[in-house]
């Protein structure tokens, strides 16, 4: 069997997210399994590095497939790109060990969320980007954004239904930064739960508006409290930027 590698580009606004769903094929990973099993003359299934919620956008999302048919490197990226819709992207194919395994390989992610700061709506970014009108203070943002930093348990800070699954994630940085009328937020970990980037964007926008002070995060943390999170992000300006092997 032979072992490829993919990087992904898309836009998620008209997905229902990267993960295979049962009753829809308007999936990121349904659209290039469909492609790949035409191309491969056998059903193909695709892993994807981590999954990513509808309406959300990646840079560098990682995946691989395996099928029996040998094709080179270019002709199966030129097969994509031909048949893939316009809002996803293959940008590089390599053929990797047949032990590469997207998942369980990735050591660390990094997403990005896009902030437009600014009174007026960015008729081109409103669909890449969350508006919030009121200027925020960045460097209450910063000092709050020290306290998600290392390994917590982000039960509150999730929306994962399994209570079987371990909670404790690791971050290891969160930049914010701000240029153009943009403010950016990195956030690298080993490991993000369902909307866990999302509503940790929520408390970082709450604390620089004011309504809430970087010091309750700690106790939030602590308290295992869904309830205890305010607002959610939404899903329009996230981005899967990196995945680390």
């Not at 029996?68 to 992207?89: C, R, W």
């Not at 998942?103 to 660390?108: G, H, L, T, V």
């Amino acid at each position: 069997m032979n072992n490829y590698k993919l990087t992904i580009q898309y836009d998620g606004g008209r997905y229902k997210g990267w993960q295979r769903l049962g009753n829809s094929d308007n999936t990121i990973q349904g659209k290039i399994e469909n492609v790949l099993t035409e191309l491969a003359g056998e059903k193909i299934e695709i892993i994807g590095s981590g999954r990513t919620d509808a309406g959300v956008h990646a840079l560098a999302q990682i995946a691989n497939f395996k099928m029996s048919k040998h094709a080179t490197e270019e002709e199966v990226m030129q097969y994509l790109n031909k048949y893939l819709p316009h809002d996803i992207s293959v940008i590089d194919v390599k053929m990797v060990d047949d032990r590469f395994h997207s998942r369980y390989n990735a050591k660390d992610k990094t997403y990005m969320y896009k902030i437009w700061n600014e009174q007026y709506t960015h008729p081109f970014m409103r669909k890449y980007s969350m508006h919030v009108e009121e200027k925020l203070d960045t460097k209450k943002m910063r000092k709050a954004s020290a306290y998600f930093l290392g390994e917590h348990d982000f039960t509150s800070y999730s929306n994962a239904k399994s209570k079987k699954k371990s909670m404790v994630r690791e971050i290891h940085s969160l930049e914010i930064n701000e240029h153009d009328g943009f403010i950016e937020i990195k956030i690298r970990g080993n490991g993000f739960l369902y909307n866990m980037v999302r509503k940790i964007v929520g408390s970082l926008i709450e604390v620089g508006l004011g309504e809430m002070d970087a010091a309750a995060i700690p106790g939030i943390l602590e308290s295992k409290e869904r309830i205890q999170t305010g607002r959610m992000a939404i899903a329009e300006g996230l981005y899967l930027e990196k995945v680390g092997f």
